[in-house]
């Protein structure tokens, strides 16, 4: 439980800078930044394994790389559940950020978990 909250908070941390970096990506507070962690969460444990599924082939030829345009895909199925308060204006805008986002996530996931970190 405390590893999926930290999870989340990460998670809703990395939404954030992406949106300082993109001017196309927009959240309105870490409140929906959190909300879209959660949804974010469910979607890519529900919804992505079906694309990949379905989207083996092209991701066997690109060799993997077109899992990045799931995962705009299920950035794109966010901002449509969440609204207004989190907005993408462009799908090539959410391709860039789930390719940051990932960049970011790994980076941020490195750090809070990394046991030479987290011994004094």
């Known amino acids: 439980m405390k590893r999926a909250l930290l999870s989340l908070v990460l ?10 970096i993109f ?6 507070s870490f409140g929906v930044a959190i909300i879209a ?4 969460a469910i979607l ?14 092209i991701n066997l030829l690109t060799l993997g790389l077109f899992t990045f345009v799931i995962n705009a895909v299920t950035l794109m ?11 993408i204006d462009s ?6 950020a789930a ?10 996931n490195k750090l809070v978990k990394d046991p030479l970190l987290t011994k004094k």
């Not at 001017?23 to 309105?28: A, I, M, P, T």
């Not at 962690?37 to 974010?40: G, K, N, V």
């Not at 199925?77 to 907005?87: C, E, H």
């Not at 799908?91 to 860039?96: S, T």
């Open 44 to 57: 890519n444990a529900v919804v992505k394994p079906i694309l990949l599924f379905f989207t083996l082939p």
């Open 37 to 40: 962690s959660l949804i974010l």
């Open 99 to 108: 390719i940051v986002l990932s960049v970011i996530n790994l980076i941020l």
């Open 23 to 28: 001017s196309g990506f927009h959240l309105e």
């Open 91 to 96: 799908f090539g805008v959410a391709i860039l």
């Open 11 to 20: 998670n809703a941390i990395a939404l954030l800078l992406v949106a300082e």
């Open 77 to 87: 199925l966010t901002q449509a559940l969440i609204g207004s308060d989190f907005v």
